[in-house]
């Protein structure tokens, strides 16, 4: 079965909650910053979660009604694997361009890219491979987990 809309809304917060928020708490300090700006490592970490955060938020409001809504023109009503891994870069924009900028932050659009990719790509790789290895019956309910 294809995941339903619901079933991928419940993916999504499940791993960006189980893999995302774990490797954002990991990797910040290990990201790319402007030196020569005010803030540490402190209002790093705040750019992360609240790019973290907009990945959750928008992705449910926004980008899954038109994944899905874009998927129901399909034969079989779902996408390669691939294309799912490439939507990540309209939705990076897209967060990017909703992320709050202050002044005197150390975080530049290299932090961003590197944060932002190494989380979607670390997602998808939990989403293809240990949820339906683990998770048997996943598929058959639709990519609902309750």
């Not at 020569?36 to 009604?65: H, K, N, Q, R």
């Not at 190494?118 to 998808?124: D, G, M, P, R, S």
């Amino acid at each position: 079965m294809t995941p339903t809309l619901i079933g991928r809304i419940q993916t999504r917060l499940f791993l960006l909650a189980l893999v995302g928020l774990p490797w954002t708490l990991l990797v910040t300090p290990l990201l790319p910053r402007d030196g020569s700006a005010d803030g540490g490592v402190g209002s790093l970490y705040g750019m992360t979660l609240v790019a973290l955060f907009e990945v959750a938020l928008l992705g449910v409001i926004v980008w899954e009604p038109i994944y899905h809504l874009a998927q129901q023109f399909r034969w079989e009503k779902d996408w390669p694997i691939m294309f799912a891994l490439l939507v990540g870069i309209p939705e990076a924009v897209l967060v990017w361009l909703a992320l709050p900028r202050s002044e005197g932050s150390p975080a530049t659009v290299a932090t961003f890219v590197a944060h932002f990719a190494t989380t979607w790509l670390l997602v998808w790789l939990a989403a293809i491979g240990p949820v339906r290895v683990f998770l048997i019956r996943y598929r058959f309910r639709g990519g609902r987990f309750l």
